[in-house]
């Protein structure tokens, strides 16, 4: 089955700098790539979602990236600001359904 | 906020015992998906209700069992409560099944099992 590792498990920047998180998936199948920010005491919210027929997507200062033949994608978070702070999760799946999660990274960011 | 609820927020429950757990999809949302969070962990997903029949299931024993109302609102039903089975239960209602719909997550119940 699907299987998503994710990387770094923490992150710390400054106010302003780039963040960058990784992930790779083993389902050449999955044709899906959410991204979730988790805050504390609270459920996973879309931040970004890309499908397996783009390569890169953007919203203001959020940015995927996805790589169809590494099997890879990435978030990057551009003009971090303490607001940014929370886990992220990426998932992957195969038409939106099952999504299998990765172990999360928490993003620190300090003034 | 997503319009995916849950209750109850919080539960304590004994080894054992059997929970149930509720979730009510956004407006419109006709498939209903239930996932299980551990402490540090990612979501693992437990199943999928579309249209009140199961439709998919990830790697969860018999216990953990689901129902999807006519108005496509879901329990998560879990039986013989275990100290592991203590997590964040987390539903998520997305437009159908099966084809390009977003899934959007509800505030979670935090279930402790003593």
Same mark, same amino acid.
């Given at each position: 089955?699907?299987?998503?590792e994710?990387?770094? +498990?923490?992150?710390?920047v400054?106010e302003g700098? /780039?963040?960058v %998180?990784k992930?790779?998936y /083993?389902? /050449?199948a999955?044709? =899906?790539f959410?991204? =979730? @920010? &988790?805050e504390?005491g609270k459920?996973? &919210?879309?931040i970004?979602d890309?499908?397996s027929?783009?390569g890169e997507k953007k919203?203001q200062?959020?940015a995927v990236?996805?790589n169809?033949?590494? @099997?890879?994608f990435?978030?990057?978070?551009t003009e971090?600001?303490?607001?940014? /702070?929370?886990v992220y999760?990426?998932?992957? +799946?195969i038409?939106t359904d @099952?999504l %299998?999660?990765?172990?999360?990274?928490?993003?620190q960011?300090?003034? | *906020?997503?319009?995916? !609820?849950?209750?109850?927020?919080?539960?304590?429950?004994?080894?054992g015992?059997?929970?149930t757990?509720r979730?009510?999809?956004q407006?419109?949302?006709?498939?209903?998906?239930?996932? #299980?969070?551990?402490l540090?962990?990612g979501p693992?997903?437990?199943? #999928?209700?579309?249209? *009140? *029949?199961? $439709?998919g299931?990830?790697?969860?024993?018999?216990r953990f069992?689901?129902?999807q109302?006519? $108005?496509y609102?879901? *329990?998560?039903?879990? $039986?013989?409560?275990?100290?592991?089975?203590?997590?964040?239960?987390?539903?998520?209602?997305s437009?159908s099944?099966g084809g390009?719909d977003t899934?959007?997550?509800?505030?979670?119940t935090?279930? !402790?099992?003593?």
């Amino acid at each position: 089955g699907e299987n998503v590792e994710q990387h770094p +498990s923490t992150l710390s920047v400054q106010e302003g700098d /780039s963040a960058v %998180i990784k992930c790779t998936y /083993s389902d /050449s199948a999955s044709n =899906y790539f959410p991204w =979730y @920010k &988790q805050e504390l005491g609270k459920g996973p &919210q879309l931040i970004i979602d890309i499908r397996s027929n783009v390569g890169e997507k953007k919203d203001q200062r959020i940015a995927v990236t996805l790589n169809k033949t590494a @099997k890879h994608f990435s978030l990057h978070i551009t003009e971090t600001q303490p607001e940014d /702070s929370a886990v992220y999760f990426c998932a992957a +799946s195969i038409n939106t359904d @099952k999504l %299998i999660f990765g172990t999360g990274t928490r993003l620190q960011v300090f003034p | *906020e997503t319009g995916v !609820t849950q209750s109850p927020t919080h539960l304590i429950k004994t080894r054992g015992q059997q929970v149930t757990l509720r979730c009510s999809s956004q407006s419109g949302h006709n498939t209903v998906s239930w996932y #299980q969070q551990a402490l540090g962990q990612g979501p693992q997903f437990i199943f #999928q209700y579309y249209r *009140e *029949e199961e $439709n998919g299931r990830g790697n969860f024993p018999p216990r953990f069992s689901g129902l999807q109302f006519p $108005n496509y609102s879901s *329990e998560l039903n879990v $039986n013989a409560l275990e100290l592991d089975d203590s997590a964040l239960y987390l539903c998520a209602s997305s437009l159908s099944a099966g084809g390009s719909d977003t899934q959007y997550f509800g505030p979670g119940t935090r279930l !402790t099992v003593l």
